[in-house]
């Protein structure tokens, strides 16, 4: 390398709105402030002005397209961006972009780092699924977003744990706070969630997908001793989901204590104005960002026991760890949080002192960073 900035291209599929996109967009205004020029390449999104004006160079490229042709034309277009613009890392955050990255790191004239960013539990019940993900371990380091991951990519694929770095996910403090939103927002939003002044409000952020568990925590609420608490809906997903969940809180007799508001945007707003979160996946969570968007704004989590959530809730004290597939453990832990609304206040600041200290995402972006200094020898 010469003394002229560092140059880094990340590759990801397109810039919706999920945590692997959110964390390239983190990472893009994070490389920028430090002076780093960056590329991204994708096939565009809902975030891509916010990743323009970063002043981040956006490349407009399918890299997420999977046939072996499309990988192959997209590693020539890729080879070519990184002898054009010089750059010193590429940086791969899901497969398919792997394969298209590590293949034009190969064809391109000069030779850049690989990386990758293991941000989930990629499928690999045989042999054939597993060598099309081991792209993700070609570089000689690999960022996991997890110890849990850490620990998947060792027991799986074998990979030395000494070559994995782990940069847990994190929250942007300065979106995330409580000061900023005013009592006027809160009692709006609770309203919008369809709680009544002074009814306690329970509310379930994310994606609506079958792994999600949303259908157990509305299960759970016949089974609560605390028959007065709401309980909001957040998120949008699969449509025959969606209608499932309205057919069961028909059947449930449960139509004017279940609100499922679609998605939303002001999720610190939502997370504010809840007195309880809820992470109910069935599946274990690579991280699960829920668990600290909601502690961080002072609001105890109740989580399934399993994946990330081990690793970002404290049981007891800054929120709840509960079976997965289970509503009478839901149940149980609704009517635990909102026994004492005292102590869950307390609960909540004791969650919102444990995010600030472990999972911002300056703390994040600055581990993973680290794994650029590291390939670049200069840590």
Excluded at 52 to 70: C, F, M, N, W, Y
Aim: aromatic share 6%.
């Amino acid at each position: 390398m010469t003394d002229r900035p560092l140059r880094i291209l990340q590759l990801l599929p397109a810039l919706g709105d999920g945590g692997v996109e959110r964390g390239t967009l983190e990472m893009a205004a994070y490389l920028a402030r430090r002076g780093v020029e960056n590329w991204v390449a994708s096939d565009g999104g809902a975030l891509l002005p916010a990743l323009e004006a970063t002043g981040t160079h956006h490349i407009d490229l399918k890299v997420g397209r999977k046939s072996p042709l499309a990988i192959n034309a997209n590693a020539t277009k890729l080879a070519r961006i990184i002898d054009e613009h010089a750059i010193d890392i590429v940086h791969a955050r899901s497969r398919a972009p792997a394969w298209a990255g590590w293949l034009a790191c190969r064809r391109a004239k000069r030779t850049p780092h690989f990386l990758t960013t293991f941000h989930g539990l990629y499928s690999h019940g045989n042999g054939l699924k597993r060598a099309y993900a081991r792209v993700m371990l070609k570089g000689p380091l690999v960022v996991a977003n997890s110890a849990f991951i850490r620990d998947h990519i060792v027991a799986v694929y074998g990979f030395p744990a000494d070559r994995i770095i782990v940069a847990p996910r994190g929250v942007d403090t300065a979106v995330f706070d409580p000061a900023a939103l005013t009592d006027e927002t809160i009692s709006r939003t609770r309203a919008e969630l369809g709680a009544a002044a002074g009814q306690p409000l329970v509310a379930i952020v994310g994606r609506i997908t079958d792994w999600k568990g949303h259908r157990y925590l509305i299960e759970a609420l016949p089974l609560a001793e605390n028959k007065r608490f709401h309980l909001a809906i957040v998120g949008s997903g699969n449509a025959s989901v969606v209608d499932a969940l309205k057919s069961l809180t028909g059947e449930l007799g449960l139509e004017s204590r279940v609100t499922i508001t679609g998605s939303r945007r002001d999720i610190p707003a939502v997370m504010a104005a809840a007195d309880v979160a809820v992470s109910a996946s069935t599946r274990p969570e690579a991280f699960g960002r829920v668990a600290i968007e909601a502690q961080v704004m002072g609001t105890p989590i109740i989580a399934t026991n399993h994946g990330g959530s081990l690793e970002t809730v404290i049981d007891g004290k800054t929120g709840y760890l509960v079976a997965p597939a289970n509503p009478a453990a839901f149940g149980a832990a609704i009517d635990a949080a909102l026994s004492d609304p005292e102590a869950l206040r307390a609960m909540g600041q004791t969650a919102r002192a444990h995010v600030l200290t472990h999972f911002t995402v300056n703390t994040m972006l600055e581990k993973e960073f680290s794994a650029y200094e590291k390939l670049l020898g200069t840590d």
